[in-house]
Nanobody, 122 residues
Framework: VQLQASGGGLVQAGGSLRLSCVAS????????AGWYRQAPGKERELVAG???????NAADSVKGRFTISRDNAKNTLYLQMTSLKPEDTAVYYC?????????????????WGQGTLVTVSS
């Protein structure tokens, strides 16, 4: 399984970006999926997550500004980010708990994308 994140870039404060994460491989199902971020000198933190049934959670720092969504048919996860602030600058990673076909059985594991850099200028 591979998770390919995209959509990062340089944006001015107050601007918007939409991140995408596409999962590919011998996927049977995707359970919980989320976006995490890591700023320079800081630990990786959860930004927002979503279950296969659509239940969401988000960090207090992004509530009301960021929206997570998913398209199960396309195995794609999104993060719509609005009202961006300089403190949102970080590398954003997608992660998902994926069940895959493995010959004669199903195997569940956690996978990570490669990260996409978001830079918000003041």
């Amino acid at each position: 399984v591979q998770l390919q994140a995209s959509g990062g870039g340089l944006v001015q404060a107050g601007g918007s970006l939409r991140l995408s994460c596409v999962a590919s491989g011998r996927i049977f199902s995707i359970d919980y999926a989320g976006w995490y971020r890591q700023a320079p000198g800081k630990e990786r933190e959860l930004v927002a997550g979503i279950t296969s049934g659509g239940r969401k959670n988000a960090a207090d720092s992004v509530k009301g500004r960021f929206t997570i969504s998913r398209d199960n048919a396309k195995n794609t996860l999104y993060l719509q980010m609005t009202s961006l602030k300089p403190e949102d600058t970080a590398v954003y990673y997608c992660s998902a708990r994926v069940t895959v076909y493995d010959v004669t059985r199903l195997v569940t594991d956690d996978y990570w994308g490669q990260g996409t850099l978001v830079t918000v200028s003041s």
